[in-house]
């Protein structure tokens, strides 16, 4: 039985697992991971004793109830009637209790979720909360966390604890009015004494089940809401779809358009991020995207990505309207780095390789040479195979940088999206990472939301981006020429750096 209860729990995190990964980028926006990791931890490991108890209890008592219920009805009707009077006692008690509790549980799974999403996010930024010597106002928001969560249980297990009784009293009024009729109808000569006493023992048969299925219940109620959170989820529809018949998108030369594209959030429909955005841009361009924050350069690149889609118009890659290709073929030619550089838990070849999943060694070096990325690899104990924590806590900001180019570098895009890092780095290396962005840049159509000069400056176009749109574009010397929205922001951001 415990086989059977881990099977289903197997496929069901399996499940949840792999739906949460097609959802797009506003699912997990919008959420704290530790949330997140709820569902797909907490909430799945409460199914298991709901499953469980299936298998192993309900199914036994509820064919015992049946069957005495069955046997005790051929042998008296009247005696059965009697000694099962107050059973709407008990499926009012339990459509009451189920009510009052369902909302409670709720609210205790919300609590339990607070506590994972806050000690996700604490530990993750402890360095953030050391720093600021922030841990005693830290452990007080835990404290009121965990204070809320055993309130919240507190009140959810009064109601199931208040069912409880309801049973016992009905078995007793039962069990009362069984000997009140059955010693009446044994004085009048209508029940056999063997009868009476079979009666007795059918009795303690039925409520047995009776209570067993009552507590069931209770349990059921309680781990509904797991369940309704997890469906929740498995419910969810991306907005991110690939049409029946999408295609794949062949090798591409890296033409990237922009035909009227308009964009706002799928749940902020009324606000437009981007306005009406044209361009073209031609196989082997760089262009830098520069603006305000907010302005609408991180939309441009992800409607690129099609980690959303534009709300009207269209975006073409090589004349491909990217809706109607495959997200497989049409993401496994573009190389996304984002500022963060995240790098996962294992080895340094592995966090490579994961760029492209069938990379040789050969392959994985001479990427990370290209990008100068080597040289400080070899000089670490086992050179390739040391292991990195997650988000590479010890290795440096500028050794990040370089290990992300590597692993771009070896999935070889014919589109590169880059947004890059602001984090300080030492001279020597900030040289190595702009020589590793010029070997990533070389031949490939890149998009660069810019925070280095050097790049701005050497960018074939820049595009100033400003009020959901394009409001000046051209190369460095033309648009400071202008003096408008791009000289304002270079003289404001680099004025000390001449």
């Given at each position: 039985?415990?086989?059977?209860?881990?099977?289903?729990?197997?496929?069901?995190?399996?499940?949840?697992?792999?739906?949460?990964?097609?959802?797009?980028?506003?699912?997990?926006?919008?959420?704290?991971?530790?949330?997140?990791?709820?569902?797909?931890?907490?909430?799945?490991?409460?199914?298991?004793?709901?499953?469980?108890?299936?298998?192993?209890?309900?199914?036994?008592?509820?064919?015992?109830?049946?069957?005495?219920?069955?046997?005790?009805?051929?042998?008296?009707?009247?005696?059965?009637?009697?000694?099962?009077?107050?059973?709407?006692?008990?499926?009012?008690?339990?459509?009451?209790?189920?009510?009052?509790?369902?909302?409670?549980?709720?609210?205790?799974?919300?609590?339990?979720?607070?506590?994972?999403?806050?000690?996700?996010?604490?530990?993750?930024?402890?360095?953030?909360?050391?720093?600021?010597?922030?841990?005693?106002?830290?452990?007080?928001?835990?404290?009121?966390?965990?204070?809320?969560?055993?309130?919240?249980?507190?009140?959810?297990?009064?109601?199931?604890?208040?069912?409880?009784?309801?049973?016992?009293?009905s078995w007793g009024i039962g069990t009362f009015l069984l000997y009140y009729i059955g010693i009446s109808r044994l004085g009048a000569g209508h029940v056999g004494v063997g009868t009476f006493v079979a009666f007795s023992t059918y009795?303690?048969?039925?409520?047995?089940?009776?209570?067993?299925?009552?507590?069931?219940?209770?349990?059921?109620?309680?781990?509904?809401?797991?369940?309704?959170?997890?469906?929740?989820?498995?419910?969810?529809?991306?907005?991110?779809?690939?049409?029946?018949?999408?295609?794949?998108?062949?090798?591409?030369?890296?033409?990237?358009?922009?035909?009227?594209?308009?964009?706002?959030?799928?749940?902020?429909?009324?606000?437009?991020?981007?306005?009406?955005?044209?361009?073209?841009?031609?196989?082997?361009?760089?262009?830098?995207?520069?603006?305000?924050?907010?302005?609408?350069?991180?939309?441009?690149?992800?409607?690129?990505?099609?980690?959303?889609?534009?709300?009207?118009?269209?975006?073409?890659?090589?004349?491909?309207?990217?809706?109607?290709?495959?997200?497989?073929?049409?993401?496994?030619?573009?190389?996304?780095?984002?500022?963060?550089?995240?790098?996962?838990?294992?080895?340094?070849?592995?966090?490579?390789?994961?760029?492209?999943?069938?990379?040789?060694?050969?392959?994985?070096?001479?990427?990370?040479k290209a990008v100068h990325a080597h040289e400080f690899i070899m000089e670490l104990e086992k050179g390739y195979d040391t292991e990195i924590s997650e988000r590479g806590a010890r290795l440096s900001n500028g050794q990040r940088q370089?290990?992300?180019?590597?692993?771009?570098?070896?999935?070889?895009?014919?589109?590169?999206?880059?947004?890059?890092?602001?984090?300080?780095?030492?001279?020597?290396?900030?040289?190595?990472?702009?020589?590793?962005?010029?070997?990533?840049?070389?031949?490939?159509?890149?998009?660069?939301?810019?925070?280095?000069?050097?790049?701005?400056?050497?960018?074939?176009?820049?595009?100033?981006?400003?009020?959901?749109?394009?409001?000046?574009?051209?190369?460095?010397?033309?648009?400071?020429?202008?003096?408008?929205?791009?000289?304002?922001?270079?003289?404001?951001?680099?004025?000390?750096?001449?």
């Open positions: 039985m415990a086989k059977v209860s881990n099977r289903v729990l197997l496929v069901v995190r399996e499940e949840l697992y792999a739906h949460i990964q097609t959802l797009g980028f506003d699912f997990f926006d919008s959420r704290p991971t530790g949330k997140i990791l709820a569902r797909v931890i907490g909430d799945v490991n409460s199914l298991k004793d709901v499953i469980h108890s299936t298998v192993t209890q309900l199914i036994p008592d509820f064919l015992t109830v049946i069957v005495v219920f069955v046997i005790m009805l051929i042998k008296s009707p009247v005696l059965t009637l009697s000694a099962i009077t107050a059973m709407p006692v008990i499926l009012a008690g339990m459509y009451v209790a189920e009510i009052l509790a369902h909302k409670k549980w709720q609210i205790h799974r919300k609590k339990s979720s607070n506590i994972t999403a806050f000690v996700h996010e604490d530990f993750s930024g402890i360095g953030i909360v050391q720093s600021f010597t922030a841990e005693k106002e830290s452990q007080e928001e835990f404290s009121r966390l965990v204070d809320e969560h055993r309130i919240s249980f507190r009140n959810a297990v009064m109601i199931a604890d208040g069912f409880s009784p309801t049973i016992e009293i009795l303690s048969m039925f409520w047995g089940p009776v209570r067993n299925l009552a507590s069931y219940y209770n349990k059921l109620v309680t781990n509904l809401s797991a369940a309704e959170r997890i469906f929740e989820v498995l419910d969810m529809q991306t907005n991110i779809k690939e049409k029946d018949n999408a295609y794949e998108l062949p090798e591409v030369a890296g033409t990237v358009t922009f035909d009227h594209v308009s964009f706002a959030y799928p749940d902020e429909p009324e606000r437009m991020i981007l306005h009406d955005v044209n361009f073209e841009i031609k196989p082997g361009e760089t262009i830098a995207l520069v603006g305000p924050t907010g302005a609408g350069k991180s939309t441009i690149v992800h409607l690129i990505s099609r980690f959303y889609n534009a709300t009207e118009g269209s975006v073409r890659i090589d004349g491909h309207d990217i809706q109607e290709v495959t997200l497989k073929s049409l993401r496994k030619q573009m190389g996304v780095m984002a500022q963060d550089n995240y790098l996962f838990s294992g080895t340094i070849k592995e966090n490579i390789r994961y760029g492209k999943s069938d990379a040789t060694d050969e392959e994985i070096i001479r990427a990370a370089l290990l992300a180019f590597a692993r771009t570098m070896v999935s070889n895009p014919s589109i590169l999206i880059l947004d890059e890092a602001t984090s300080s780095i030492d001279t020597h290396t900030e040289i190595l990472v702009q020589e590793g962005i010029e070997s990533l840049l070389k031949g490939r159509t890149s998009f660069i939301i810019a925070h280095r000069l050097s790049t701005i400056k050497n960018a074939d176009r820049i595009f100033v981006i400003n009020n959901g749109g394009i409001c000046e574009s051209g190369n460095h010397e033309e648009l400071m020429e202008k003096k408008g929205t791009y000289y304002q922001l270079y003289e404001a951001q680099f004025k000390n750096v001449k």
